[in-house]
């Protein structure tokens, strides 16, 4: 949560299901978080698939209303995507995230 709001002060973070896909199709995208209490669920199925194919890390947090206030939104937020920027001063933190994601899915 804390790299979701870093990545808001550096214009780093896409909000919503369709920024989310759209960053994923144009290759930008370096993890996308989901959140797991969305209704109707099937709003977000093609993202996990997607990310796959993209080989783009995820994760689902638990509510949308968190995710929400972790993205600077008064509103629930269901996706987000933290993009790439070259020279961004978010790298290390980004891999080191991408990282430990990998370590949980193993």
């Given at each position: 949560?804390?790299?979701?709001?870093?990545?808001?002060?550096?214009?780093?973070?896409?909000?919503?299901?369709?920024?989310?896909?759209?960053?994923?199709?144009?290759?930008?995208?370096?993890?996308?978080?989901?959140?797991?209490?969305?209704?109707?669920?099937e709003?977000?199925?093609?993202?996990?698939?997607?990310?796959?194919?993209?080989n783009?890390?995820?994760?689902?947090?638990?509510?949308?209303?968190?995710?929400?206030?972790?993205?600077?939104?008064?509103?629930?937020?269901?996706?987000?995507?933290?993009?790439?920027?070259?020279?961004?001063?978010?790298?290390?933190?980004?891999?080191?995230?991408?990282?430990?994601?990998?370590?949980?899915?193993?």
């Amino acid at each position: 949560m804390n790299l979701l709001q870093q990545a808001l002060n550096y214009n780093q973070l896409r909000k919503g299901a369709n920024e989310a896909t759209k960053t994923l199709n144009r290759g930008l995208a370096d993890i996308v978080v989901l959140a797991g209490d969305t209704e109707p669920i099937e709003i977000l199925l093609h993202l996990p698939l997607l990310c796959e194919d993209k080989n783009v890390p995820y994760v689902f947090v638990r509510s949308k209303q968190a995710l929400g206030r972790a993205c600077g939104v008064s509103r629930p937020i269901v996706a987000c995507s933290v993009t790439t920027n070259e020279g961004s001063q978010l790298k290390s933190q980004i891999t080191s995230i991408q990282q430990e994601i990998e370590r949980l899915l193993v």
